[in-house]
T-cell receptor, first 112, second 115 residues
Framework: EAQVTQNPRYLITVTGKKLTVTCSQN?????MSWYRQDPGLGLRQIYY???????DKGDVPEGYKVSRKEKRNFPLILESPSPNQTSLYFC???????????FGEGSRLTVL | DQQVKQNSPSLSVQEGRISILNCDYT??????FLWYKKYPAEGPTFLIS?????DKNEDGRFTVFLNKSAKHLSLHIVPSQPGDSAVYFC??????????????FGAGTILRVKS
């Protein structure tokens, strides 16, 4: 089954404790991206990757890092989480066609 | 500055009637428009799209209309069903060669279809 898998689905952490949200897709897609969803703001892009070792900032990259060492994986790293990073995060991938993204189920992160 | 705006946070419709969800955009460079549907505890799923060279695209009960001069698009669902109750996101993309697959999303509209 074609899917994008994120882990963890839910996480409560404290300010400053580094964490990684993993994302893996099994569709051999070149393009992957991270979004955060906040009330009234919709989905905002954090980082994206056009291919292995090619990443770029989206609209809200501050406080986040990513890496793309393999085609299937695109982890999101919060080196020093802060409460304003409390949000619902989605990973997505696309293999072609402008904008038709496959999304993961989301990771709800709470930073205390 | 939001480039894609969904000005109605929510919409309630009776089962069997038409649901009309609206979306406005400000960037005239947008080339491709999409609607995504999201159920609670799930990721958004692609619903329907339209290229800027068209003014209408239909897929079963779902039709998207694009008015480029007004920078406005709408999603019509006819007839509406209780299973259509979800959050609907409008999204826009520039030319792939310039923007990659970058999508700009609206804030979403919660649709409730009452039975």
């Amino acid at each position: 089954e074609a899917q994008v898998t994120q882990n963890p689905r839910y996480l409560i952490t404290v300010t400053g404790k580094k964490l990684t949200v993993t994302c893996s897709q099994n569709m051999n897609h070149e393009y992957m991206s991270w979004y955060r969803q906040d009330p009234g703001l919709g989905l905002r892009q954090i980082y994206y990757s056009m291919n292995v070792e090619v990443t770029d900032k989206g609209d809200v990259p501050e406080g986040y890092k990513v890496s793309r060492k393999e085609k299937r994986n695109f982890p999101l790293i919060l080196e020093s989480p802060s409460p304003n990073q409390t949000s619902l995060y989605f990973c997505a991938s696309s293999g072609g066609g402008p904008g038709e993204l496959f999304f993961g189920e989301g990771s709800r992160l709470t930073v205390l | 500055d939001q480039q894609v705006k969904q000005n109605s946070p929510s919409l309630s419709v009776q089962e069997g009637r038409i649901s009309i969800l609206n979306c406005d955009y400000t960037n005239s460079m947008f080339d491709y428009f999409l609607w995504y549907k999201k159920y609670p505890a799930e990721g958004p799923t692609f619903l329907i799209s339209i290229s800027s060279i068209k003014d209408k695209n239909e897929d079963g009960r779902f039709t998207v209309f694009l008015n480029k001069s007004a920078k406005h698009l709408s999603l019509h669902i006819v007839p509406s069903q209780p299973g259509d109750s979800a959050v609907y996101f409008c999204a826009a993309s520039g030319k792939a060669s310039e923007y990659g697959n970058k999508l700009v999303f609206g804030a979403g509209t919660i649709l409730r279809v009452k039975s």
